[in-house]
């Protein structure tokens, strides 16, 4: 099992920054893949970006391209979520989600654990 605590969500003006971190603990985790999805009202969880914990390689969604940055510290097995020039779309419940295989992927429905996830509110 893994379990994952995220923190750092709150409330930001729009063009404001955030900073998510997400701690994994359990069997293997720097093993895998770390991803973060978003989930806003009535809409479908979304793949925002994720990394491998052994190269440090990263796949971000178009919609975050050039203003999220994901990051890891493998001795503390955190990720982190830098998010600036945030928008009022970017409102969502963000989760951090951790996967066991080495491939980075944007579904869901490949990750095999959750946090319980942390409110981003971007409104003025």
């Known amino acids: 099992q893994v379990q994952l605590v995220e923190s750092g969500g709150g409330l930001v003006q729009p063009g404001g920054s955030l900073k998510l971190s997400c701690v994994a603990s359990g069997r293997t985790v720097n093993s895998g893949v770390a991803g973060w999805f978003r989930q806003a009202p009535g809409k479908e969880r979304e793949f925002v970006s994720a990394?491998?914990?052994?190269?440090?390689?990263?796949f971000h969604a178009a919609s975050v391209k050039g203003r999220f940055t994901i990051s890891r510290n493998n001795a503390t097995s955190t990720v982190y979520l830098q998010m600036n020039s945030l928008k009022p779309e970017d409102t969502a419940v963000y989760h951090c989600?951790?996967?066991?295989?080495?491939?980075?992927?944007?579904?869901?429905?490949?990750?095999?654990?959750w946090g319980q996830g942390t409110q981003v509110t971007v409104s003025s």
């Open positions: 990394i491998t914990w052994s190269t440090g390689a990263t």
């Open positions: 989600a951790a996967k066991l295989g080495r491939l980075l992927t944007n579904s869901p429905s490949t990750y095999d654990y």
